[in-house]
């Protein structure tokens, strides 16, 4: 799991926020399952080089949320589905699609010139 995780410092994003986006995309997109254990704050923290606070700043929210579930003594593990938010992929996708579609007004650049680049760079 650690290998699926990359965080940017020098992105523009607190880390932790980062951390809690890629955590969900996992969790939607299949990646974790249900059950799945988690690293431990530590060995997170180490593996991304950033500081356990941040970590655990990421972890707690996810679990307030119902993504992750804790209990005392046992390592952090994902919830069941029942008790996660539903979210659904496209969900998580629609902050940078609309980005991307704003970027892209800007730039003059057309509807079907965008799905042009969407649809080379889809099939690299």
Do not use: C, F
């Not at 059950?35 to 704050?41: G, R």
């Not at 629609?94 to 080379?120: F, H, R, T």
């Amino acid at each position: 799991m650690l290998e699926l995780i990359k965080v940017n410092p020098s992105s523009g994003e607190p880390i932790y926020r980062q951390l809690h986006e890629q955590i969900v995309r996992l969790i939607v997109g299949g990646q974790l399952p249900v059950d799945q254990v988690l690293p431990s704050v530590r060995q997170l923290a180490e593996h991304l080089a950033v500081n356990p606070m941040t970590v655990s700043r990421a972890i707690q929210q996810l679990v307030e949320q119902g993504w992750l579930e804790r209990r005392r003594g046992q390592p952090t593990r994902v919830a069941n589905k029942q008790n996660a938010p539903t979210t659904s992929s496209l969900q998580l996708l629609a902050p940078q699609a609309n980005d991307l579609i704003s970027q892209a007004k800007q730039l003059g650049i057309s509807l079907d010139e965008l799905q042009v680049l969407i649809n080379q760079q889809w099939n690299k």
